[in-house]
């Protein structure tokens, strides 16, 4: 309960900032003292819970994310992150919606999580799952898609799950990041090889139909 206050509070603050003057991310991340690698991955998350493509900004945020997760799994104490992400100033409307995605999320949480199978969670033990976990999610948000609705919703929820695990010392999250993983590798590889298919079929119709120029 401590870190969905502590989310809900911190974008509240965020909202009425930005009300008033420029808010970067770097601001909102250094609130949290740098110390909870679950929050960070879980704000740099929300974003990409809509079902449209952000294209080159998809690939940056999971190389980003896949950096937090291998850094988890390595064991640092405080999380890195590029100045790049720093630097970025949503605007007013993007505070907003995070917050009002944020309130929902939170809420479902409620009602689903609760501290359980906690061998997957706790010590260095649960920072490597959860962070491999998130790893894995940020190398598939950074593939470069074809355009395809929810290419960043499914890696986006792999590694909410995965972050919400260790937040909430929730070892069946464990289990509904891994089965977003298994979902989001599964649509990745139907949506390729639609498109390989497609693709060739479109050569084929050309090479066969037009003149010849040779």
Avoid at 87 to 107: C, H, N, R, Y
């Amino acid at each position: 309960m401590q870190h969905r206050d502590a989310l809900i509070g911190l974008l509240t603050e965020c909202v009425e900032r930005a009300e008033h003057e420029p808010l970067s991310l770097g601001a909102v991340l250094d609130r949290l003292e740098q110390s909870s690698f679950g929050l960070v991955a879980l704000i740099l998350c929300l974003p990409f819970l809509q079902p449209l493509t952000l294209g080159p900004l998809s690939s940056l945020g999971g190389l980003v994310l896949a950096s937090l997760g291998w850094q988890m799994i390595q064991g640092r104490e405080k999380p890195w992150l590029p100045q790049r992400i720093y630097q970025i100033e949503p605007g007013l409307k993007t505070w907003k919606a995070l917050l009002g995605v944020s309130k929902w999320l939170v809420k479902l949480l409620s009602r689903i999580t609760r501290v359980r199978l906690t061998r997957w969670t706790d010590g260095r033990r649960g920072m490597r799952i959860s962070g491999g976990l998130i790893a894995l999610g940020g190398v598939l948000l950074a593939i470069p898609m074809p355009i395809a609705p929810f290419n960043n919703t499914l890696p986006a929820l792999a590694m909410i799950f995965g972050a919400v695990a260790i937040l909430e010392r929730d070892g069946l999250m464990i289990l509904v990041s891994i089965f977003w993983q298994t979902a989001t590798v599964a649509y990745f590889t139907l949506i390729f090889t639609l498109f390989f298919v497609l693709g060739s079929g479109a050569v084929d119709w050309i090479q066969t139909n037009l003149p010849s120029w040779g």
